[in-house]
Nanobody
Framework: QVQVVTSGGGLVQPGESLTLSCAASGTTFVVYAMGWYRQAPGKQRELVARITSSGRTNYADSVKGRFTISRGNAKNTVYLQMNNLKPEDTAVYYC?????????WGRGTQVTVSS
């Protein structure tokens, strides 16, 4: 059983930075891709950033140039560095991976950007 554990998040002011961390355990394999999604109140969950095992990345247009997703040295870990945060980045952020055809989600972590 794959488990996804996330950490990070919090309350910051506009223009500040935060880093989210995620680790997937329960498998000896390297998962193909890991990603971050977010869901703001009253909105659908959306993809923020995704990275494959080979390092290929894709980002939502709204975060390009501000957010960076990277894989950690430990197997099946991923980070989301968020710079120049804006109030519209406020949401619950979720880490996701897919293994053997099944989606696994971490518990959401709240990111609030407010002055």
């Amino acid at each position: 059983q794959v488990q996804v554990v996330t950490s990070g998040g919090g309350l910051v002011q506009p223009g500040e930075s935060l880093t989210l961390s995620c680790a997937a355990s329960g498998t000896t394999f390297v998962v193909y891709a890991m990603g971050w999604y977010r869901q703001a109140p009253g909105k659908q969950r959306e993809l923020v950033a995704r990275i494959t095992s080979s390092g290929r990345t894709n980002y939502a247009d709204s975060v390009k140039g501000r957010f960076t997703i990277s894989r950690g040295n430990a197997k099946n870990t991923v980070y989301l560095q968020m710079n120049n945060l804006k109030p519209e980045d406020t949401a619950v952020y979720y880490c996701n991976t897919n293994f053997a055809g099944t989606d696994y989600w971490g518990r959401g972590t709240q990111v609030t950007v407010s002055s």
